[in-house]
């Protein structure tokens, strides 16, 4: 069995498995062979070294009421890096202060924040995109601003209704004008320069 938080990684052609079968899927010599395809997402970096595998509340076992989903991922190959989006308080580690937003490097095998994170009222990402061939991550869902934190008390961050991009190479945020405000957006598509999305207002 293979612990895993909300979120795990399956190789159908990892360990001493037949690998792929001709038509792509995997065969197994044995069902702990299949249960060896399997990975959690943990983060062994100290100083708590995977105390949680995925994403999770912040904190004590008292807080474990606390929902947690993750809605939505985007694979950057360039950088081998994963993008998490849902509604999580940490990454990796309990003691991770990471909302919602996260990156998990498939190279390190290590959490991170995204661009400072984003903030507001119960800070919610709904939905991620990476254009073909473009080095833009797009981030929408529930929040008021990028680049901080609700705990960065001391930055001010950047206004955004609700949908804003993430330059994967120079790591800066476009808000997009402003977003869309009173909105919670589920949705996006990127068509060339004109960005679609679908919410639900009010």
């Given at each position: 069995?293979?612990?895993?938080?909300?979120?795990?990684?399956?190789?159908?052609?990892?360990?001493?498995?037949?690998?792929?079968?001709?038509?792509?899927?995997?065969?197994?010599?044995?069902?702990?062979?299949?249960?060896?395809?399997?990975?959690?997402?943990?983060?062994?970096?100290?100083?708590?070294?995977?105390?949680?595998?995925?994403?999770?509340?912040?904190?004590?076992?008292?807080?474990?009421?606390?929902?947690?989903?993750?809605?939505?991922?985007?694979?950057?190959?360039?950088?081998?890096?994963?993008?998490?989006?849902?509604?999580?308080?940490?990454?990796g580690q309990r003691y991770a202060n990471i909302n919602s937003l996260a990156a998990f490097s498939l190279t390190s095998k290590s959490w991170s924040i995204v661009g400072g994170g984003i903030a507001g009222p119960s800070p919610v990402v709904h939905a991620l995109y990476i254009s073909p061939g473009s080095q833009d991550l797009y981030v929408a869902g529930s929040f008021s601003a990028v680049g901080k934190q609700n705990s960065d008390v001391l930055s001010a961050g950047l206004n955004a209704g609700n949908i804003a991009v993430f330059s994967l190479t120079s790591g800066s945020w476009n808000t997009l004008n402003g977003g869309i405000p009173d909105a919670d957006i589920r949705t996006v598509a990127v068509d060339g320069q004109t960005v679609g999305q679908a919410s639900k207002l009010g």
């Open positions: 069995m293979v612990k895993a938080r909300n979120i795990a990684m399956w190789d159908p052609a990892a360990a001493n498995g037949e690998g792929r079968s001709a038509k792509g899927g995997a065969t197994f010599s044995s069902f702990k062979d299949c249960h060896s395809r399997w990975s959690s997402l943990c983060d062994s970096n100290p100083p708590n070294r995977c105390d949680i595998d995925g994403v999770s509340y912040r904190g004590t076992s008292a807080q474990a009421a606390s929902p947690v989903y993750v809605f939505s991922l985007a694979y950057h190959a360039a950088s081998n890096m994963l993008y998490v989006g849902g509604l999580f308080q940490s990454a």
